[in-house]
């Protein structure tokens, strides 16, 4: 068995990276199998190298460790635009010209509005361009990202797809929930959900152990195995750790560090008595 923890390198961990890091090495342990470190560093401009070396003495500090050499997403970008041509040429990308605002004039316009902790699903606007008027909007130099053009990738996958959480059994394929997901982004030449399939099929990872918040996400990724013929690993998606507001954990709401805990002087063993953290069964 092969576990994983793969943060971006765009801040300082919290107790909720904690967990997750921690949840996943047990799980390791439990089984005598492996536990890898990846440094999802695709975002240039958010992520800083300072944060890197960051992580690493703070998974040490929790008395982690992990296999070497760390794989950094940033020196496989190659690969990544391989699986990304792959797609294209089979016709499942399209160039989407589209602006955030642009996205959200036509939702409002539409009277959409965002599921419950789920970002607006794009309304295909791009996808309705036809291949001229695609390429006369590239060759006038617009940008743009590309998007997967999920109702024919669904067209190509056979019905019941399905993959299985640890926790809560076996879940079919609800591809709707996210929509035509950017894949390539315009400032990277890639993105989180295929860099991320990529990754896990390349180390071999047998079982994702990651956050809720992550659930949604993983009906995409188990399409993309699926078109690229991918191995499926199993998925354990534990509870997100929350403040004492019941707001989950994050870098951009300033939640506070692993290295403020550390710098207090409080040890690892007094700083996970105090979190209380409860596991999954695995």
Not at 116 to 133: D, F, M, Q
Request: charged share 25%.
């Amino acid at each position: 068995m092969i576990t994983r923890f793969a943060p971006s390198p765009t801040g300082k961990l919290h107790a909720g990276h904690a967990y997750s890091a921690l949840a996943a090495w047990r799980f390791a342990r439990h089984f005598a199998g492996r536990f890898l470190l990846r440094i999802e560093d695709i975002d240039t401009q958010r992520c800083r190298p300072e944060f890197t070396e960051l992580i690493e003495t703070d998974l040490h500090w929790l008395g982690l460790d992990w296999e070497q050499p760390v794989l950094r997403q940033s020196e496989h970008l190659h690969e990544y635009q391989q699986a990304a041509h792959q797609l294209r040429e089979r016709g499942l990308l399209y160039p989407c010209f589209c602006s955030r605002r642009d996205i959200q004039r036509e939702l409002e316009g539409a009277g959409q509005s965002p599921q419950h902790n789920l970002p607006a699903v794009y309304p295909g606007t791009c996808r309705r361009l036809s291949e001229s008027e695609q390429q006369d909007r590239i060759a006038a130099g617009e940008e743009y990202s590309l998007r997967l053009n999920l109702e024919y990738a669904l067209q190509q996958l056979p019905a019941g797809l399905s993959w299985t959480d640890r926790v809560q059994g076996e879940q079919l394929i609800q591809p709707h929930l996210l929509g035509d997901v950017i894949l390539v982004r315009r400032d990277i030449g890639c993105s989180y959900h295929l860099c991320v399939t990529v990754d896990d099929a390349r180390q071999q990872i047998t079982h994702i152990i990651r956050g809720q918040d992550l659930f949604e996400s993983t009906h995409v990724h188990r399409i993309l195995q699926a078109l690229l013929g991918l191995p499926v690993p199993e998925y354990l998606h534990h509870p997100l750790i929350t403040d004492h507001r019941g707001e989950r954990l994050a870098k951009r709401l300033g939640s506070q560090s692993l290295q403020s805990v550390r710098e207090q002087g409080i040890s690892a063993a007094e700083f996970l008595l105090d979190a209380d953290f409860t596991f999954p069964e695995f």
